[in-house]
């Protein structure tokens, strides 16, 4: 009995104070509506020039040969640990189960993937920071998922 009683009067509460709040005299809204009219104007012009600055920015040349020499590197490597893989794995006297082969599968073509990735933005030219910050992602989980398979985890 008494939660009821004191649900019913909390809920008293809250509806009292949102129809106190809800009610303006005429004078008080038509204040906020030229306030409202002039937020708006500022909103648009803060859009309109938020759009001037929302070009997708471009790597100068330095930045991107850099970049993708880095990446070349990097993706060579990948390939050099992935047929280092690929060789033990078809070593004769070590048995390997399909899942394994699966995966070092899935990772080779990851890193063809991000090869083709690099080459396609030289000519795509697409937001440079967003662009390299994805790419550095997918090398950087490419890298840890090498490492991961090739780390014993029993104990």
């Known amino acids: 009995m008494k939660k009821i009683i004191l649900t019913l009067a909390i809920a008293t509460t809250f509806m009292a104070g949102t129809i106190l709040t809800g009610c303006q005299s005429s004078d008080n809204r038509d204040g906020d509506d ?18 001037n600055s929302d070009m997708p920015k471009m790597a100068n040349a330095d930045e991107w ?16 640990r992935i047929k280092e893989l690929t060789e033990k794995m078809n070593k004769p006297g070590t048995i390997l189960d399909p899942l394994y082969a699966r995966k ?24 440079w920071e967003t662009f390299k910050r994805e790419f550095n992602h997918d090398m950087d989980e490419l890298g840890k998922a090498l490492k991961d398979l090739t780390v014993d985890n029993t104990k």
Do not use: C, P, V, W
């Open 65 to 80: 040969k850099t970049f993708k020499l880095e990446s070349e590197l990097k993706i060579n490597n990948n390939e050099i």
């Open 104 to 127: 070092i599968e899935n990772l080779e073509q990851k890193n063809k993937d991000l090869k083709i990735k690099l080459e396609t933005y030289e000519t795509n030219h697409s937001d």
């Open 34 to 51: 030229h306030g409202m009219m002039h937020e708006t104007q500022q909103d648009r012009q803060a859009m309109h020039n938020d759009a």
